[in-house]
Each structure stands twice: as C-alpha cells, then as structure tokens.
C-alpha cells in the first residue's frame, strides 16, 4: 500500500512556487518599477530594498522546497531506482535545482554590489546609465541576464515535479516496470551482489 507523503509535497511544491513567482515577479515587477522612480539616484535603492524584504521569504521558501524534496525523494527511493524514466527525471531536476541554487546566491552577490550604488543614476534596476560606475554597470549588466535565468530554471523544477507527480499514476508505473523488467541486465546492475563462502 502506498503511503501518503502530504506535508514533504506540499513544502516541496509551495516552496518551488514560491521561488518561481517571487523570481519572476522580480524580474518583471520591482526590477521594472525601479525603471520608473523619478529620480535615477534613488532607483538602484528602491530595488535593493524591495529584493532585501523578499530575500527571506525566498530563503524559507527554498529551504522548504529541499526539505520536502529530500523527504520525497527518500520516500521514493525505490522506484527512482527501477520505475523506468524516474531516474533521468530525478537526476535531471537535482542538476537544474543546483544551477538554481547558484543562480540565486550569485543574484544576490550581484544586488548587494548594485545597492553600494545607493546615490548613483542608473536607468533601472538592471540597467546602468551611462555615467553609472562600472563595477556598478557590469553587475547590472550580469544580473539582466539572472533576472530571466531565475524564472527560466525555476518554473523547469515545477514542471519535472508535475511530471514526478504523473509517474505515479498506476499505468506510468506498471508502463515503468514492465519496461525494467525488459531489459534485465538494468535491474540485475542495480542489485546488491553478496559473496558467498
């Protein structure tokens, strides 16, 4: 009988969701506001202030989403090792998960080198005006590309989720062991060998 893992979902996908929302409405509402504050001095403030109040809901959010991910992931254990197609989903969305990691910390390296601009013009949050220094302007320049990044790898965990979620429907996983048990030597590499004296 299989058991019921409510509460390892529920922070695995909220936390998921949130870290995708919180990133994408970053990218598209404060970063895009800051553009409009009337005088270009206060603009890189603005946006510092808006991503420090965000940074730990983000943080909490992140932490609840590995801790019902490792929760599911040990209570699955099994059959991401045999159901055909979870194994790749699996290692697929712990590679994406870490590249989202370090995109997230290194965007925050970068929006505390662009707060130092506190007093300097700059066009918008991620974009630097032409008299903006240039450890300034590059970091910008860095960060306009992790703005959309964020978003993109994010909402790419959600999806492999859903698709978690799909493989374990009955028919996904009986498609998923017959297609083991078809080739054999897979599920023979992946047993323990015992030494027999």
Do not use: C
Request: proline share 5%; aromatic share 4%.
């Amino acid at each position: 009988m299989l058991s019921r893992n409510t509460v390892a979902r529920s922070l695995h996908d909220l936390g998921a969701a949130a870290w995708f929302g919180g990133s994408l409405m970053g990218a598209i509402g404060l970063n895009g506001a800051a553009s409009e504050v009337r005088e270009p001095q206060d603009r890189a403030r603005v946006a510092a202030s808006g991503w420090a109040k965000w940074a730990p809901v983000n943080a909490a959010a992140i932490g609840a989403h590995l801790v019902g991910g490792g929760a599911l992931l040990y209570a699955n254990k099994d059959r991401a090792l045999h159901q055909s197609g979870v194994k790749a989903n699996t290692i697929t969305k712990l590679a994406l998960t870490g590249v989202a990691l370090a995109a997230t910390a290194y965007s925050g390296v970068l929006g505390a080198k662009i707060a130092q601009a506190d007093g300097q013009p700059v066009e918008g949050a991620t974009d630097p005006d032409p008299s903006t220094s240039h450890d300034v302007a590059a970091a910008q320049q860095q960060l306009h590309y992790l703005q959309w990044a964020l978003p993109a790898l994010t909402g790419a965990i959600v999806i492999l989720g859903a698709q978690q979620g799909e493989q374990q429907r009955p028919t996904q996983m009986l498609t998923g062991l017959a297609s083991t048990l078809a080739h054999p030597g897979q599920l023979l590499s992946q047993l323990p060998i015992r030494e027999h004296r």
